[in-house]
Nanobody, 119 residues
Framework: QVQLVESGGGLVQPGGSLRLSCAAS????????LGWYRQAPGKQRELVAT??????????DSGKGRFTISRDNAKNTVYTVYLQMSSLKPEDTAVYYC??????????WGQGIQVTVSS
């Protein structure tokens, strides 16, 4: 079992920054990839950024350029990924979901965290 706890969302003005955190605990050795997706109202969920199985990073179109993913996997019991978001735009408003892939067919989602970019 893997548990995902997200934090760091909220309201920010255009041009501002936010950092999201996702702490994975439990059977973290089973995690193949860990990262972030987002879903804006009326739109499909899309990849923002993720760490892949080999430890490299992969960015979706929504995450390229202004967002940076990083991680802390030094602890044996918690694997944390961070999403640093800069120069935020109103179109970045969405619910951001932490995503852990546990196998080819098994994915774990976090509960989602709201990010609102508005003046």
């Amino acid at each position: 079992q893997v548990q995902l706890v997200e934090s760091g969302g909220g309201l920010v003005q255009p041009g501002g920054s936010l950092r999201l955190s996702c702490a994975a605990s439990g059977s973290i050795l089973s995690i193949l990839s860990l990262g972030w997706y987002r879903q804006a109202p009326g739109k499909q969920r899309e990849l923002v950024a993720t760490f892949t199985t080999g430890g490299s990073t992969m960015y979706g179109d929504s995450g390229k350029g202004r967002f940076t993913i990083s991680r802390d996997n030094a602890k044996n019991t918690v694997y944390t990924v961070y999403l640093q978001m800069s120069s935020l735009k109103p179109e970045d408003t969405a619910v951001y979901y932490c995503n852990a892939r546990l196998s080819l067919t098994t994915v774990k989602w976090g509960q989602g965290i709201q990010v609102t970019v508005s003046s």
